[in-house]
Nanobody, 122 residues
Framework: QVQLVESGGGLVQAGGSLRLSCAAS????????MHWYRQAPGKQRELVAGTDNGDSTNYADSVKGRFTISRDGAKNKVYLQMNSLKPEDTAVYYC????????????????WGQGTQVTVSS
């Protein structure tokens, strides 16, 4: 069964840093692109950052210069280094995998992790 498991969330003061990690289960053979989304209470889920199989990355304007996405393609892991955190960054952060091929040779368009809470206090 394909799973994405996030870790690294928590409570931090404004200006602090956190590093989120997302690991795909061993049943995944390859992933085309991986992303981090977030959803704050009462708001829609929004894309925070994404990276593909190469060196291409993209970021929401609100996090540019503060967040960095990186990927260990060999291990199907993705990370999000979050610096200079602000209270408005408070949300549940979700890992997303797009274009997934399982070890059984099955293609799936995407998978989501269960989410990890990030809370930034002022």
């Amino acid at each position: 069964q394909v799973q994405l498991v996030e870790s690294g969330g928590g409570l931090v003061q404004a200006g602090g840093s956190l590093r989120l990690s997302c690991a795909a289960s061993e049943s995944i053979f390859s992933i085309n692109a991986m992303h981090w989304y977030r959803q704050a209470p009462g708001k829609q889920r929004e894309l925070v950052a994404g990276t593909d199989n190469g060196d291409s990355t993209n970021y929401a304007d609100s996090v540019k210069g503060r967040f960095t996405i990186s990927r260990d393609g060999a291990k199907n892991k993705v990370y999000l280094q979050m610096n200079s955190l602000k209270p408005e960054d408070t949300a549940v952060y979700y890992c997303h995998a797009e274009g997934v091929v399982t070890t059984a040779g099955i293609y799936e368009h995407d998978y989501w992790g269960q989410g990890t809470q990030v809370t930034v206090s002022s």
